[in-house]
């Protein structure tokens, strides 16, 4: 049970998704990585969120072999390998199919900044992948998922810190953080913004993205050396 606390953790993590209006059924997964061990826990494939327990949680090496659980781990696991692989600050790593984040993905379009709600989380636009070839679609899919997400971020030379949020085109967002708390806690956020920034283009279509010193100005001041947003 060397793993056991990481476990309730990302039981807990999982179960936020329902209670947050964030996955209908089984369509979502939440996973954590230890930093010592370098193991990585995640949600069971396709099972109830109300039936799950800590004991069902899947504990599995960087390589994506099981190390713990009898259970066979989420389909989504290999993106998540590729997501911790590439991004060594990530702790936590979630995925959802998100009504309003989903939305965007299926129209392949990044979630312009519009707004200072936006800023408080990312730096930017939220970025949308390209969409996946037949070729990857045929091979390892999820990794191949996950080596999508990679690309963009290296190709477009965007910091995962900054940006802990992607969306994969025609698909759905995976979102991520130091911990599987703050992960869940960044897809929420994104699933708001992204019905607030679909809302405020119902208004006005014409409008541009925020300009960079205000969205500079509200990130930087929660997030880096310099934050003076919450209590010290």
Known sequence: MKWQALKQQVLHANLELPRLGLVSFTWGNVSA????SGA?????????????????MVVVDPDGRVLEGTRKPSSDLAT????????????????????WATVWAQA??????????????FRGAIPCTAVLGEAQTRGAYEK?????????FRQAGIDPVQMPAVLVANHGPFVWGPDA??????AA???????????????????????????????LRKHGPGAYYGQS
């Open 80 to 99: 998540h390998l590729e997501l911790y692989r590439a991004f060594p600050a990530l702790g936590g790593v979630v995925h959802t199919h998100s009504n």
């Open 108 to 121: 392949c379009r990044e979630i312009p900044a519009l707004g200072t709600t936006h800023a408080d989380y």
């Open 144 to 152: 191949e998922t996950g080596l999508a997400i990679v690309q963009h």
């Open 181 to 186: 708390e703050a992960a869940v806690h960044n």
């Open 40 to 56: 990585i826990v995640i949600k069971p494939s396709g099972l109830p969120y109300e039936t799950m327990g800590a004991d069902d």
């Open 189 to 219: 956020v994104l699933e708001l913004t992204a019905q607030m920034a679909f809302l405020t283009l119902q208004l006005n279509a014409q409008i541009p993205a925020m300009p960079a010193h205000l969205l500079d100005k509200h990130f």
């Open 33 to 36: 990585r230890d930093a010592a």
